[in-house]
């Protein structure tokens, strides 16, 4: 029989996407409402490069938030071919900087400043390998050749393989994975390798890319797949592997920049990010499962204790607005005006 209310852990997200300015100041309340912590994703304009750079976030971060926020934002350094290994040392000793995030260049939003050749990056991961620092991958090949539905794949092949028997003991999270190849390489993985997978991989295939016409508001990077691949993912987070953990890769973007000739990439969640991975788990009849892939899996990877708070959901249907503020602008989160089947309880 299924639950009515679930009473979990307070969570974390392991991948999020703030934004910045007014925008950071519309949408991260939805974010600190839902969790305690969250990796928090460089890509700005200009990325976030230095720790100064990150700890300057990070406070406007915590300006924005409501009075009565709970909230720890966990911050990353925007790896380029340029960034020193002297940097790599600081934010190891900074207590703000938890991890460092891979672009490809070209790869998705704001990604122009990434790496276009792992070679010229290896004294950087040395750096991160012998200080314990994590590395956060967008694990896409750019190259035009390689159709994109297979860039996970090609990406694990040809990056991923060299990249773990050169560092051996680095600890790397492929984020946001899509394809069932992904799964079983991390699953078959050593245990200093994990993997975050989002909501939105969970309960979309790529026809929801065509739904009612061209969606745009469901293109993201990576893109959606077929549903080979998201069962494949269903499995993967209900299967009880620790190295399987949430995160969302909520990425807000205005209505006139997904609407357009050449819309952009992402894929906004963070107003019900807990409830949609709930629905998720429920479809796969493994409720019991949600609880440690969103609130023990990541903290222990992280090596960061578990949350002490406690949050209830409860099976309660609401309908999603058609839209949200997004400074001067709007977003349209996912399920725009449609219901989704648990709801957050306040308080």
């Not at 390489?185 to 929801?208: D, K, Q």
């Not at 819309?263 to 796969?284: K, N």
């Not at 989160?333 to 306040?346: C, I, N, Q, Y």
């Amino acid at each position: 029989m299924t639950p009515t209310r679930l009473d979990l852990c307070r969570p974390d997200d392991w991948h999020v996407h703030l934004r910045d300015g007014a925008a950071l100041a519309s949408v991260v309340a939805d974010t600190a409402r839902r969790f305690a912590r969250a990796i928090v994703m460089p890509n700005l304009k200009p990325p976030v490069m230095t720790v100064a750079q990150a700890e300057d976030y990070r406070r406007r971060i915590l300006a924005c938030l409501p009075p009565d926020a709970r909230f720890e934002p966990l911050m990353t350094l925007y790896l380029t071919e340029a960034t020193p290994a002297e940097e790599i040392e600081q934010a190891k000793a900074s207590g703000t900087v938890f991890a460092v995030k891979y672009y490809p260049a070209g790869a998705t939003t704001n990604s122009q400043d990434g790496v276009r050749d792992l070679t010229r990056i290896y004294g950087v991961l040395e750096a991160m390998e012998r200080h314990d620092l994590p590395l956060l991958l967008h694990g896409e090949v750019t190259d035009p050749g390689i159709d994109i539905f297979d860039r996970e794949r090609v990406f694990i092949e040809r990056h991923l393989m060299p990249l773990q028997a050169r560092f051996p003991s680095l600890r790397m999270v492929l984020e946001h994975i899509t394809t069932r190849e992904a799964v079983d390489f991390v699953s078959e993985g050593p245990a200093n390798l994990a993997a975050t997978i989002t909501a939105h991989h969970l309960l979309l295939n790529r026809n929801a890319l065509f739904e009612g016409g061209v969606n745009p508001h469901h293109y993201c990077a990576p893109i959606l797949k077929r549903e080979t691949h998201r069962t494949a993912l269903l499995q993967a987070v209900t299967s009880g592997n620790p190295r399987f953990f949430l995160g969302t890769d909520s990425a807000p973007h205005p209505r006139h920049a997904k609407e357009s000739a050449c819309g952009c990439a992402g894929v906004y969640t963070a107003h019900a990010a807990i409830e949609l991975y709930a629905e998720a788990f429920e479809q796969a009849g493994k409720l019991d499962r949600l609880e440690a892939f969103a609130s023990f899996h990541g903290p222990d990877f992280y090596r960061l204790p578990r949350n002490r708070e406690r949050l209830l959901l409860q099976k309660q249907s609401w309908t999603v607005p058609s839209d949200f503020a997004l400074g001067d602008a709007t977003c349209v989160p996912m399920r725009a005006g449609k219901t989704v089947a648990w709801s957050l309880v306040e308080g």
